[in-house]
């Protein structure tokens, strides 16, 4: 019998792209596990270092939209009005569930720092390049990337814009 489902999943294009782009990585295998704070622990790194993605819904006006991946530190939270001032937006929040997983090709707690679909445009919070190493799950909640900062810079090449509140995360 053969499979109808034999497209490359998100985790197989990762890999590719990171090797691809000679990227420094490692694969780093846990118990599955999707918040940022828990998975750290588990990992072993800082939350700090912890590149944590969220799809966000940019409403500019009444009609038009667009989609952002916000990258913050894992130890911190997405200003939606850091946000919503960049874009001159009226409204920032989180995009719902069934089409962040469809634009980042991935479920909650595995979407990657990667832009996964030409909709989204990604925006990373400089602190997050302040790190020498980032960690993030790899599309999947069991296994996670450990990835030079200066590497993911150069392969993601985001627009860097200050988007974190000045508390921690919740």
């Known amino acids: 019998m053969e ?3 034999v497209r ?3 985790y197989d294009h990762l890999l590719s792209l990171l090797a691809e782009h000679g990227a420094d ?3 780093i295998d846990h118990e599955p596990m999707g918040t940022t704070e828990t998975v750290s622990e588990m990992r072993g ?5 912890a590149a944590k993605a969220l799809v966000l819904l940019v409403k500019l006006d009444r009609k ?3 989609y952002v991946l916000a990258v ?5 939270r997405v200003d939606f009005d850091a946000v919503r001032r960049l874009y001159g937006a009226r409204y920032v929040g989180f995009c719902d569930a069934a089409t962040a997983e469809r634009l980042a ?3 909650p ?3 990657l720092p990667f832009v996964m679909h030409p909709d989204v445009e990604l925006v990373v919070d400089p602190a997050v390049l302040e790190q020498p190493r980032l960690y993030f799950n790899a599309a999947r909640l069991d296994r996670s990337v450990a990835l030079a900062a200066a590497d993911y810079a150069r392969i993601a090449r985001p627009a860097v814009h200050p988007i974190v509140s000045n508390g921690a995360a919740a």
């Open 72 to 76: 913050v530190p894992g130890d911190r």
């Open 109 to 111: 707690g595995t979407v």
């Open 8 to 10: 490359p999943t998100t």
């Open 45 to 49: 790194n800082p939350a700090a270092a």
């Open 105 to 107: 090709r991935a479920v």
């Open 3 to 5: 499979r109808d489902d």
């Open 25 to 27: 990585f490692e694969l």
């Open 64 to 66: 038009e939209r667009r």
